[in-house]
């Protein structure tokens, strides 16, 4: 430890991890500590770009709060999020895909009857959605419960605003006893991630853009099911091809249908245009 070197630093810390009793641990800040070494060495790391580095996660970390994840979408931008996700979410072929849960999903959303509109004053054209839960062998999975969250027309969460008078755009509700669903929202359209932080700066200096494509939120959890989070896209939206955070699947592409003024799914009248959306889920059951 005297003669700590670049050729023998990273062994030497590998090693002070030896007494490590958590076998898992070790194998993950060993693994980590090679990779950043090789890292270094690889890209010749100066010591301003490290300082500059260690700024920008500081930065992270003091505009990150209650309703805002700065870590997240810094994982998501790299496509950290994805990769964790589909490493661990391997399904069979007929099952939903998996894909990022995103920074704004809250727990204990409010709960709604099939058929309630859950827009609750979001902005945006009408949306009608419905479909149906079910196993890879196609029965219906009933009482699945269902978190469906989204963005209003400005491409904002209502967690992002401070003057609204509760949630918007965002519910959970049980499947049917056929495992289907059925619920009044808004039309889904593209909006930027969170771009005024230090993410964004990165962003803008490698020449990326922020932009989602437009999407709809989904978690569903039933008993004997292995939990799903996913989203269902517009097959429309132009930015499908450069989604901000990889998190696009090309199973989860859905045609929007819009409709004139005129009767909607539910029966009543529509004075404005209205869309519909029709997508189904299935599950995969716990071994």
């Not at 419905?130 to 027309?153: C, F, L, N, Y």
């Not at 669903?181 to 962003?203: C, E, Q």
Request: net charge negative; charged share 20%; proline share 6%.
């Amino acid at each position: 430890m005297r003669h700590i070197d670049e050729e023998t630093i990273t062994q030497a810390v590998v090693e002070s991890f030896s007494s490590c009793t958590n076998e898992r641990l070790r194998l993950v800040v060993t693994s980590l500590v090679q990779h950043l070494h090789a890292f270094a060495r690889d890209v010749r790391l100066t010591e301003e770009e490290w300082f500059s580095a260690i700024q920008f996660l500081t930065e992270a970390g003091h505009i990150t709060d209650d309703k805002r994840q700065e870590f997240i979408l810094l994982s998501d931008t790299l496509g950290l999020s994805m990769l964790v996700t589909a490493l661990n979410n391997r399904k069979p072929r007929a099952c939903t895909e998996t894909t990022v849960l995103g920074p704004f999903y809250i727990e204990d959303a409010p709960l709604y009857d099939n058929g309630a509109d859950i827009s609750q004053g979001a902005k945006g054209f009408p949306c009608w959605v419905k479909g149906q839960v079910r196993d890879i062998d196609g029965h219906p999975v009933a009482g699945a419960t269902m978190d469906i969250w989204q963005s209003d027309e400005d491409g904002f969460y209502d967690v992002q605003y401070t003057d609204i008078p509760g949630p918007q755009a965002r519910a959970r509700l049980q499947t049917l006893t056929n495992g289907h669903f059925h619920f009044r929202s808004v039309l889904a359209t593209a909006y930027p991630i969170p771009h005024d932080g230090p993410v964004g700066k990165m962003l803008e200096a490698t020449g990326r853009h922020p932009w989602r494509p437009a999407h709809l939120h989904f978690l569903i959890e039933a008993p004997g099911f292995e939990r799903l989070i996913t989203q269902v896209f517009r097959s429309d939206d132009q930015y499908l091809d450069s989604d901000a955070v990889f998190g696009v699947r090309q199973t989860l592409v859905a045609n929007w249908i819009q409709h004139p003024p005129g009767i909607a799914p539910d029966g009543t009248e529509c004075s404005t245009p209205f869309y519909s959306l029709d997508y189904d889920f299935v599950l995969h059951r716990t071994q």
